[in-house]
């Protein structure tokens, strides 16, 4: 009778196991298919619409027509003024928290704010650099403004990314340099930091995906509608590929007619983010090269 009672019970467990195991296969079905239906719809609608005048003219007649060229030069200045702007900052609160902050009440605020941070909404930063950069600093609708605040949005990422790349880097190279006779800065600038750059890259430059396709932060901050001048300055407006498209779909006098320019603008801006994601991976790949740890 025990026998067959525990022949009953792992029989029992097997069955919830593979119960468990077909949802968990099932939700991860769902989710490639979800995705693959998005790129198709946009693949099927926005092919028709690419061409090299498209990727290197202006807009014309009410946008209806012409290319996107300065709205793909404007989120690309954008998206690296947002890093230029978090990387410093994040990667100096990472080294913080990771390499000298002692645990306690300081050190848990700290990281409790950052993780609200990256849970905040876009259009909150949005609304934030609009009263602080274009309003209270005077910087106006800019891409000094933009890459302000698209920088405060990403900050959370970076920071918690590179905190956990530092996090990774083996404890025994710390101690090694500090064996040798370096002091506590040494060990971290020359041994600790070069080990743990390709995770901090990485998560940076996917926080630069993300900051490239963001619509209320650019739309508050830096957007011009229309513009045919290429940026010259950070005090200057710029279109963006986000709020082109949001402009095309919602504030055009032509919305039916501009539906190509719309689709197309859209996988223009996900083949970007794209691109950037798959840089980040080329760049883990080159700098992991060679470390066996």
Same mark, same amino acid.
């Given at each position: ?13 097997? %069955?919830?196991?593979g119960?468990? /195991? ?14 693959a #239906?998005?790129?198709?719809y ?8 690419? #061409?090299?005048?498209?990727?290197? &003219? ?7 027509? $012409?290319g996107?060229? @300065? ?5 690309v ?7 230029? +702007?978090?990387? @410093?900052?994040?990667?100096?609160a990472?080294i913080?928290?990771?390499e ?20 905040? @909404? #876009?259009?909150v ?8 950069? !274009?309003?209270?600093?005077g910087?106006?609708r ?9 920088? /405060?949005?990403?900050?959370? +990422? ?13 404890? =025994?190279? %710390? ?6 006779g ?20 990485? *998560?940076?430059?996917?926080a ?6 963001? +619509? ?10 229309? +513009?045919?001048?290429?940026?010259? =300055?950070?005090?200057? &407006?710029?279109?963006?590929l =986000?709020?082109?498209?949001y402009?095309?779909?919602?504030n ?7 539906? @190509?320019?719309q689709f *197309?603008?859209?996988? !223009? ?5 794209? $691109? ?18």
């Amino acid at each position: 009778m025990l026998e067959a009672r525990k022949g009953h019970t792992h029989l029992d467990r097997y %069955r919830r196991e593979g119960i468990v /195991l077909f949802f968990i296969r099932l939700t991860a079905v769902l989710a490639l298919a979800i995705m693959a #239906s998005i790129l198709l719809y946009l693949l099927v609608n926005g092919i028709p619409a690419l #061409s090299i005048s498209f990727l290197t &003219e202006f807009p014309r007649d009410s946008m209806m027509a $012409g290319g996107v060229l @300065p709205a793909i030069v404007g989120t690309v200045v954008l998206a690296l003024g947002a890093l230029l +702007t978090a990387i @410093p900052l994040g990667f100096g609160a990472a080294i913080y928290l990771a390499e000298y902050a002692k645990p306690g009440y300081l050190v848990s605020f700290i990281r409790l704010g950052v993780s609200n941070l990256a849970g905040v @909404p #876009s259009v909150v930063f949005g609304l934030f650099g609009l009263s602080l950069f !274009v309003t209270t600093f005077g910087f106006g609708r800019s891409i000094l403004s933009g890459s302000l605040t698209l920088g /405060l949005l990403i900050l959370p +990422t970076v920071t918690a990314a590179a905190e956990e790349a530092l996090r990774q880097t083996p404890q =025994s190279f %710390r101690e090694a340099a500090l064996a040798l006779g370096a002091s506590r800065f040494q060990a971290i600038r020359q041994v600790v930091l070069p080990a743990a750059l390709p995770g901090m890259l990485t *998560g940076s430059i996917l926080a630069l995906g993300r900051a490239a396709g963001e +619509t209320a932060p650019i739309m508050f901050t830096a957007s011009a509608a229309f +513009t045919l001048a290429m940026p010259d =300055s950070v005090f200057r &407006e710029v279109m963006a590929l =986000s709020t082109h498209i949001y402009n095309l779909a919602t504030n055009s006098t032509h919305i039916e007619e501009t539906r @190509p320019q719309q689709f *197309g603008s859209a996988l !223009v801006l996900l083949v970007l983010v794209l $691109g950037l994601s798959m840089f980040a991976i080329i760049i883990r790949a080159k700098l992991r090269r060679g470390r066996k740890w």
